[in-house]
């Protein structure tokens, strides 16, 4: 493959979370910089594949922790799947943790951001 500005490369968007085709933007040596993305235009150093788990805990961890800025157990409501929720409200879990509603999956369920990870949990059983 030809490597250089303005040339397409295969690289990990970061932004669509894929492997896209990305156009070279800048280079050290012979090494690919920066491209962006050629399905969604963002631009981000270049990857040559998905990132490593770790690195997808890392992101998620971020994720949590702004959607919970600001926020604590004060203004949370304890879980019972008796109880409906909206999206966007924090929600306490005796064994979970703190979480974030950010889905509605049916009317019986929703999508629950904890620090461990995403749950789908019942609603208004
Ligand atoms: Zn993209």
Redesign the pocket.
């Known amino acids: 493959m030809d490597i250089a500005i303005g040339k397409h490369v295969d690289g990990w ?1 970061t ?2 979370k894929l492997v ?1 085709r990305h156009t070279i933007e800048s280079m050290t040596g012979a090494k690919i910089k920066r491209t962006h ?1 050629n ?2 235009g ?1 631009q981000h150093a270049h990857r040559a594949g998905p990132p490593r788990a770790r690195d997808e805990q890392k992101i998620y961890a971020s994720k949590y922790a702004a959607l919970l800025r600001g926020r604590t157990e004060s203004a949370s409501r304890p879980y019972s799947r008796s109880v409906r929720f909206m999206v966007g409200e924090v929600i306490s879990h005796t064994t979970l943790g703190l979480g974030i509603v950010t889905a509605e999956r049916e009317r019986t369920k929703i999508d629950i951001l904890f620090p461990d990870g995403q749950k789908v949990l019942l609603q208004g059983c």
């Open positions: 968007c932004r669509c896209l993305c399905t969604c963002a």
